[in-house]
Each structure stands twice: as C-alpha cells, then as structure tokens.
C-alpha cells in the first residue's frame, strides 16, 4: 500500500492515512491499529482533519455538527471528488463535493472558518 499523505487529529490521539489502495485510514497512534477504512473511488491523494468547532454546510445536505473530537476528515481524490466522513457514521462518506479537477490537496483553516 502506497501512502499518499497523511494527518494527525489536532483533538485526539489518531493519523488519517491517503492511499493509493483507493481507501483512507484512521489510526489509533498509542496502539497502532486501523480504527476505520474507509474506501472510495479513484486514487486518495489528500487527507485532513476538520477543525473542531467549524461549520461545514452544503446546500443539498445542510449542516454537518462537526464537534468532531478527531472523527471528521476530508478525503481528496483523483476522480475530482472532496469525501466528508465521520468515523461515527460508517465507512460511506456523509457528504461527497465534486471537483473540476483532481484534489492533489486539502487545507482546513485551524480556526475553522
């Protein structure tokens, strides 16, 4: 498994992986362990986590309550898609943005706006 990039939850103790496996990864950094996979279509070439106590909206599906302790990311993809997942809910993203072109990266303002 190729890695693409990584991050670090600036809340809690877990990596967010990219990877060409066309999957991204949580990580429990003391144990070691993949806490969640989370498969997608296309090459994963960014990941990062959201700010804690941001907003995230999207006119067809509303708001997001982020509070996310380490559990919401943003995943990048080469077939020009931005996943929302929450660890939370499942390994399906709970809100896909679509790109004009492929997501080489991704930033979250740490203030979260």
Do not use: Y
Request: hydrophobic share 40%; with cysteine.
């Amino acid at each position: 498994m190729s890695i693409s990039d990584v991050d670090w939850s600036a809340t809690d103790c877990v990596i967010a992986s990219a990877s060409f496996d066309h999957s991204a990864r949580t990580w429990d950094v003391p144990t070691g362990k993949c806490t969640g996979t989370f498969g997608v279509e296309g090459f994963v070439q960014s990941v990062v986590f959201a700010a804690e106590g941001g907003q995230l909206s999207h006119p067809a599906a509303g708001p997001l309550n982020q509070g996310s302790g380490g559990h919401v990311f943003f995943a990048g993809t080469t077939h020009k898609d931005i996943h929302v997942f929450d660890g939370r809910a499942g390994a399906q993203p709970v809100m896909t943005v679509r790109n004009d072109a492929m997501v080489n990266s991704l930033l979250v303002n740490a203030n979260g706006k």
